[in-house]
């Protein structure tokens, strides 16, 4: 072995007097002029720079980062790494939940219209009764005391229209269900037109309330923190399930089912976008 590294070392052999000073001083464990072994067989192990591969002074810059070692950038630059796998993998889960969502809207929805007597009408749409709505709509002119006159009158036909605005060039052509205003009609009269809402605590009380029914009109009781709210009258609801059908991207509708099955829909809601 030693024969072997004097062949392959590119150094001077040392001559017969430091061989000698070597072996006086060089730690008494038979290493001769090699220390190094010395210190192997003492049992030091070596330094973290040398078992990676890497010297102390190239540890210290040679990274890609100054004055940090090369195994603490390396370490860095993997974690990063992850975090910009685990960005991706998150947006890629969060299109395909929306995706999902948006196509697990099946053939019928619960509907449930809802407000104060004396304020403004309600419509949500879910695909259950605990999911969030898939569309919750506000009549911005229109009460819901109007709204159960015309319904005690006989069949009613409510109508929401929006506009079909141009496209830029590459730009995609949203759902129906999310269009933000819509033109609102009873009985083909205009009544004011419609905004969709999030759904909030408000909201998420009522439904609350409602859950448990599955077909139903009343009126539920008023909290302690309604305030000027509870001034508008009553608030009512109405809750059954919608046969939904779809005619286009454009153009949806919506048929209370009757819980007997007999008659025809009491109550219909269309969706244009023209």
């Not at 001077?12 to 430091?18: A, D, G, I, M, V």
């Not at 061989?19 to 220390?35: E, M, T, V």
């Amino acid at each position: 072995m030693a024969r072997a590294f004097r062949a392959a070392s590119p150094l001077p052999l040392p001559s017969s007097s430091s061989r000698a000073a070597a072996a006086n001083g060089g730690g008494g464990g038979g290493g001769g002029n090699f220390p190094w072994l010395s210190r192997k067989r003492l049992g030091k192990p070596p330094s973290p720079q040398r078992r990676g591969g890497v010297s102390g002074k190239e540890g210290e810059g040679g990274g890609d980062e100054p004055g940090k070692p090369a195994a603490e950038v390396q370490s860095s630059s993997s974690r990063k790494r992850a975090d910009a796998l685990a960005r991706l993998r998150a947006a890629f889960l969060a299109a395909i939940t929306h995706r999902r969502r948006r196509r697990q809207l099946g053939s019928s929805v619960t509907g449930t219209i809802f407000g104060r007597r004396r304020g403004r009408v309600h419509v949500a749409l879910q695909t259950d009764t605990r999911s969030p709505p898939v569309l919750l709509v506000e009549m911005a002119a229109y009460s819901t005391g109007a709204l159960v006159r015309e319904m005690s009158s006989g069949l009613v036909r409510l109508a929401l229209e929006c506009e079909k605005q141009p496209l830029n060039p590459g730009e995609k052509r949203r759902a129906l269900l999310e269009e933000p205003t819509w033109r609102a009609y009873c009985n083909g009269r205009k009544c004011g037109f419609a905004v969709r809402r999030e759904c909030g605590a408000d909201e998420w009380r009522v439904l609350g309330a409602v859950e448990p029914v599955s077909v139903g009109a009343g009126v539920l009781p008023d909290d302690a923190g309604a305030g000027a709210a509870a001034e508008e009258g009553d608030l009512m609801y109405m809750r059954a399930r919608f046969e939904r059908v779809v005619g286009s991207r454009d153009s949806e509708a919506f048929y209370m089912m009757n819980p007997d099955g007999s008659g025809g829909p009491e109550l219909s809601i269309y969706l244009l976008r023209v």
